[in-house]
């Protein structure tokens, strides 16, 4: 009898939802394993602060800087910092670093609004901030919800102001004005990408006038709060970088809790996810790589994003670390490498169904998104991953206990999407996407499930722990 007839098969065919499968300590894990993750995604709003707080549970658990390490002893945990917005963890293998590394990417950037070089000024007694988006929104999904303001602002005398404001009990909170309906007729003719231009996306900052000030005196009680809580003037916003991001909390969604709804998901659950292995493995036969990258979501670009030398560079330091400075040793490295584009894909929402294929398309509960493209209509812009390559990685999640689905990003010709895993393929070494399924990517309040969240947490482990093949074909 073939293994596809058997009453066993029979029966794993039909069960879909992870929450059949999982039982006893396992199901207790899978629904804690997410309170953590919901604290990380409210500490992590913007970049600096996902790294800042990677780096500090990396330190938690026994990771350090290369200065501070002595031995490159296998097991020692690596801690790499860049900029402020990318950090890197390595747990050094038995084998040399030239055999490869087992490396799991993600990004910890999100869609959301910066402030303009100059964007405070006034207009009809009222202080507006301009903006522009960064990353991929629909735009009029930003207007009248509650916002935060998150940054840093470098002063000319070398010093850094940090601000957050609109996330503490009692912090005021900003928001995005819209036309009420019955004024609204033209701009509901409009298609939604026009109903809101990104011009119009000017955040309400303040109604308040400065006493007997000359000139525009909402602008200036503005600048003078700032000054005074902040010490900062109108010219010191040209060296910023502030970010407007959402003001509610990250939190359990659905009448059974089996859900998480928050801003950042993607990528932060994977971030998440991929911290938590690595911060658990211990002594691998190939070393173990985690980088928590900048820029994804702008294509990767600038110094702390993936098309910079981030990752070369990275592989040379902990070439040199141990022992060798042979630029051949860290082309050697990346080549023997394989790995994990650690992002997300969308899952199958049943009130759009037009736009997904559901044979090929990924859904909440059902596992890790194993996605083998990504990319637009004829895979522009892809990393195919190789057959070799997924079927070792099958038999290790497969073997791992780990719950795992096919992804693709809805229909042929409808969109498409670009990950990493085009950038890290670049060295030459091997890359599949798998991350979870995300419902609502991209808006201020995105979805996933408590189950696939454990899931990847399950499969990213078990790779950076065990997984010691090479599927390259020399």
């Known amino acids: 009898m073939a293994k596809k007839d058997t009453p066993a098969a029979k029966k794993e065919e039909a069960v879909k939802n992870n929450w059949s499968l999982l039982a006893g300590k396992e199901l207790d894990a899978a629904l804690a394993f997410s309170d953590g993750y919901i604290d990380f995604l409210n500490q992590g709003k913007t970049e600096r602060e996902a790294a800042r707080f990677i780096e500090r549970a990396a330190r938690q658990t026994g990771f350090k800087p290369l200065s501070e390490l002595k031995s490159a002893a296998p097991g020692a945990k690596i801690l790499l910092s860049h900029k402020g917005k990318a950090v890197a963890l390595a747990v050094l293998g038995k084998n040399p670093l030239t055999a490869g590394m087992n490396l799991v990417a993600s990004h910890i950037d999100a869609p959301r609004l910066d402030l303009k070089g100059n964007p405070l000024y006034e207009d009809e007694e009222l202080a507006?901030?301009?903006?522009?988006?960064?990353?991929?929104?629909?735009?009029?999904?930003?207007?009248?919800?509650?916002?935060?303001?998150?940054?840093?602002?470098?002063?000319?005398?070398?010093?850094?102001?940090?601000?957050?404001?609109?996330?503490?009990?009692?912090?005021?909170?900003?928001?995005?004005?819209?036309?009420?309906?019955?004024?609204?007729?033209?701009?509901?003719?409009?298609?939604?990408?026009?109903?809101?231009?990104?011009?119009d996306l000017n955040v309400l900052f303040a109604s308040r006038p400065l006493p007997k000030a000359e000139g525009p005196a909402v602008k200036a009680h503005a600048l003078e709060l700032l000054q005074r809580e902040y010490g900062i003037g109108e010219e010191d916003f040209t060296s910023a970088e502030l970010e407007i991001v959402p003001a509610f909390p990250a939190r359990h969604v659905g009448f059974d809790r089996s859900m998480v709804g928050g801003y950042g998901q993607d990528d932060r659950v994977c971030a998440w996810t991929s911290l938590q292995a690595i911060l658990e493995v211990k002594k691998p036969a190939k070393t173990a790589l985690c980088v928590f990258v900048d820029k994804e979501e702008i294509g990767s670009a600038g110094n702390t994003g993936l098309q910079s030398l981030l990752l070369e560079n990275l592989t040379a330091q902990l070439l040199r670390f141990t022992g060798s400075t042979d630029y051949y040793d860290v082309r050697q490295a990346l080549t023997n490498s394989c790995a994990l584009s650690a992002d997300v894909n969308s899952a199958v929402d049943t009130n759009y169904p037009s736009v997904?294929?559901?044979?090929?398309?990924?859904?909440?509960?059902?596992?890790?998104?194993?996605?083998k493209y990504t990319g637009s209509r004829g895979k522009s812009g892809a990393s195919d991953a190789n057959p070799e390559f997924i079927a070792t990685l099958r038999k290790l999640f497969d073997d791992a206990g780990v719950r795992w689905q096919v992804g693709e990003l809805g229909k042929v010709d409808i969109g498409g999407g670009g990950t990493v895993a085009q950038y890290i393929a670049y060295f030459g070494l091997e890359v599949v996407d798998c991350g979870v399924p995300v419902m609502s990517m991209h808006a201020p309040f995105e979805v996933t499930a408590k189950s696939d969240i454990y899931m990847t947490y399950k499969a990213y482990k078990a790779f950076l722990q065990n997984y010691t093949g090479n599927a390259s074909r020399n």
Do not use: C
């Open 356 to 371: 997904f294929e559901k044979r090929n398309n990924s859904f909440l509960n059902r596992g890790m998104a194993l996605t």
């Open 128 to 199: 507006l901030l301009k903006t522009h988006y960064y990353g991929g929104i629909k735009k009029y999904q930003w207007v009248t919800i509650p916002l935060a303001l998150h940054g840093v602002v470098a002063k000319k005398d070398g010093s850094l102001v940090e601000i957050t404001i609109g996330e503490k009990p009692g912090d005021p909170v900003f928001t995005i004005s819209d036309l009420l309906p019955h004024l609204a007729q033209d701009q509901m003719a409009k298609t939604m990408a026009k109903g809101i231009e990104g011009e």
